[in-house]
């Protein structure tokens, strides 16, 4: 076995090994830890600065891009804001324990569906040192031990973040190694997380650009709470309300055009085309938007030609594409087609046309008559996300605390026998 | 593409079209479609009684076992049962649609929690014929389409069958792709399914020996609810009850011994082991039961010798390992070592020791004064289960119509932005 395998492989032991002392933890204690992290990010601020520092130097050096830079770059006031978000975390409920459900059989015999942590989260990041404090918050707050593999360029900052939260933890009387991230800028330390390292891995959670959840999604051997893309709809009905359809269209896609939820494509009902294309599209141009449209659309407006291809883009840029279409049924038709079960939004007046969407549209969330950027899991009032999952199974939509819990079937008897 | 792939292919692009059908439909209109399945079971039991006539006959002409010849064997009582069972799902509550929590934020956002169907299941087993009835009518209970691959052995069973189900859908205006079976014996169709049909398989589900849920744990590219085996604990606890002891022991190994939920390993405290271990292991050993002890138990108890492997061995014969440990503590431990996290039980009057054992044990379910016999869906209450999990993501424990089903979250607003 190479050195490499034999560290990550020994990580995982270590992992689980504090998995399972923090599962059996009072909810208290993971308060605690939580708290103390919150102070040793404040108490460390020196090393972590310097550390990042190290890494913006060799970034510049390597000239990379300025937005890449501003991704990595930590100054005091990020890492407050880091270290309170980490207390925001410690504020949540504890999840672990709680009893989800509670029946009595026939026979007596008295079965609670408990939650329990999942166990180990590895987590695969790019850039943002800021995903270490995150990541590892969210994960202790359900019970959980979290392996860390950020970016090789921003390793020296990951690495001195990890080395705040480990004090922390040790402070507050909790394993330190429930919170550990990869040594290595080795790129073969992902396979050996995505392989899961020996069955020590339960889940993978990787953050960042497409072509890594693409590699993620692809490679790896254990589950993974991803989501590739966001091609997200606004559908302007025949019943919208014009205010609405012109404020929720501009929001969803102008408020932030790099974020997962922001529209990529409005569809609009013919009946209503004339009358409400117009000032959706002006207000969309007055903020800088390019639009890109079918024949329809470009016949009432004048805009770019939206081939095929653009139906299936995620621009994650101030450009949107527009379909004009004949009715609910083509609307909910064109996202099965070419949505990715992200976020889709409906505008109109019409409860039963809204009904009809809300249960159709096979989404990790749908709304009626509010941007699709609410798609955020501070917005659900989670408090903090991991990330959002576009997948079926476990976790669906935004990612909190409660998602990365597990259950179990506790029963209770006074001697009976099948 | 090989004519295989292609038919493959077919059979995921109708299962995903079905499943959109069905998960858009009302209860009422799945009842309809199980209630019809059922009497359908029945009309065409000559076909079905007919072909499972052929299976048997070519079983037989064969040389296989005569306990495999009676697990494909059909007669018209176990058809009988068969649409009885079906009749049970009808009969249980629609799962779809129901909301999981709700919730307003201060934005005025109505957020829910709403359950929907997984979407297609593929479901992969051996010669049980019975299978493809009750894992058709869970997973239609719960809005999903099915691709069955049963064993070579019962193929013109399960096609009659599946004929029959597939009927009850036309018969009640559901889409009859909805249930499906892999028409070949082709031992590839195993592996096109384990590769998820280009995107149209869900989650796989396989039912049989071990041998099977191995290939399928590790060649599956799509999620697996499955336990590849069940090394079922009960712990006798230095506070137990000595008849519950004797009677819980004797039943979670005995009942039925080639159930994934019959004890393989007795484990008893130090200090109870002379006074207890000898009523326990007369009424195993009068019910026809071998034991094999560590050092300690034979020292008690006259005994054969368990070796390490036996520590890590699911009989399901009538053969019990036993071990005498030092306590609570210990028992844990060695369940946390040699378990498959399946179902562990502890005897005891103690409720503190009892607490700790039900939170420490980290199995899919975990008992205090109940035989492990216990684990089974019907038991649990959930009229049918299409299998029992010990994966730790969505499904754990037995999987009804419930784990059958995800969630999506459903927002309402009145013109909300960012």
């Known amino acids: 076995m190479s050195t490499l395998a034999a560290d990550m492989r020994e990580i995982g032991v270590r992992a689980r090994a504090a998995a399972r002392a923090l599962a059996n933890a009072e909810a208290a204690a993971r308060t605690a830890g939580l708290e103390a992290m919150a102070r040793q990010l404040i108490a460390q601020s020196d090393a972590i600065l310097t550390a990042n520092a190290r890494d913006v130097a060799r970034a510049k050096a390597a000239g990379l891009a300025e937005s890449f830079i501003d991704r990595l770059l930590l100054d005091a006031e990020r890492l407050g804001a880091i270290a309170e978000g980490v207390r925001v975390v410690a504020a949540l409920p504890d999840p672990v324990g709680e009893t989800l459900a509670e029946w009595t059989r026939p026979n007596g015999l008295k079965i609670a569906r408990v939650r329990t942590p999942i166990g180990v989260i590895g987590m695969i990041f790019e850039s943002r040192p800021n995903v270490a404090a995150d990541a590892g918050a969210l994960a202790l707050r359900a019970g959980n031990a979290i392996v860390l593999r950020g970016g090789g360029d921003g390793l020296d900052s990951v690495t001195a973040i990890v080395a705040a939260l480990r004090?922390?933890?040790?402070?507050?009387?909790?394993?330190?190694?429930?919170?550990?991230?990869?040594?290595?800028?080795?790129?073969?330390?992902?396979?050996?997380?995505?392989?899961?390292?020996?069955?020590?891995?339960?889940?993978?959670?990787?953050?960042?650009?497409?072509?890594?959840?693409?590699?993620?999604?692809?490679?790896?051997?254990?589950?993974?709470?991803?989501?590739?893309?966001?091609?997200?709809?606004?559908?302007?009905?025949?019943?919208?309300?014009?205010?609405?359809?012109?404020?929720?269209?501009?929001?969803?896609?102008?408020?932030?055009?790099?974020?997962?939820?922001?529209?990529?494509?409005?569809?609009?009902?013919?009946?209503?085309?004339?009358?409400?294309?117009?000032?959706?599209?002006?207000?969309?141009?007055?903020?800088?938007?390019?639009?890109?449209?079918?024949?329809?659309?470009?016949?009432?407006?004048?805009?770019?030609?939206?081939?095929?291809?653009?139906?299936?883009?995620?621009?994650?840029?101030?450009?949107?594409?527009?379909?004009?279409?004949?009715?609910?049924?083509?609307?909910?038709?064109?996202?099965?087609?070419?949505?990715?079960?992200?976020?889709?939004?409906i505008v109109t007046e019409d409860g039963t046309a809204a009904a009809r969407f809300l249960r159709d549209v096979d989404s990790a969330i749908v709304l009626h008559n509010a941007s699709t950027q609410f798609a955020d899991g501070g917005e659900f009032g989670f408090g903090a996300e991991i990330g959002i999952a576009t997948g079926r199974l476990h976790a669906r939509g935004p990612v909190g605390a409660e998602q990365l819990t597990t259950f179990k079937y506790v029963v209770r008897g006074d001697g009976q026998i099948r």
Chains 1, 2 share one sequence.
């Not at 997962?260 to 007055?286: F, H, K, N, S, Y």
């Not at 639009?291 to 949107?320: C, F, H, K, Q």
């Open 167 to 345: 004090a922390g933890l040790s402070e507050a009387g909790m394993p330190a190694d429930a919170i550990q991230s990869v040594p290595s800028a080795d790129r073969g330390a992902v396979g050996l997380l995505l392989a899961g390292l020996d069955g020590s891995i339960d889940v993978i959670v990787p953050r960042g650009g497409k072509s890594l959840v693409a590699r993620v999604q692809a490679e790896a051997r254990v589950p993974v709470f991803a989501h590739l893309e966001g091609i997200c709809h606004t559908y302007i009905h025949a019943g919208a309300d014009l205010a609405k359809a012109v404020a929720i269209t501009a929001n969803a896609k102008m408020r932030r055009v790099s974020v997962c939820g922001a529209t990529e494509t409005l569809l609009i009902d013919r009946v209503v085309a004339a009358q409400m294309l117009p000032p959706i599209a002006a207000e969309l141009v007055r903020l800088g938007c390019e639009l890109r449209g079918d024949s329809e659309a470009r016949a009432i407006v004048n805009m770019a030609v939206a081939e095929e291809a653009d139906w299936r883009t995620e621009y994650l840029a101030p450009i949107l594409s527009v379909r004009v279409v004949d009715d609910l049924d083509a609307a909910i038709a064109h996202i099965a087609a070419y949505g990715s079960q992200h976020t889709d939004c």
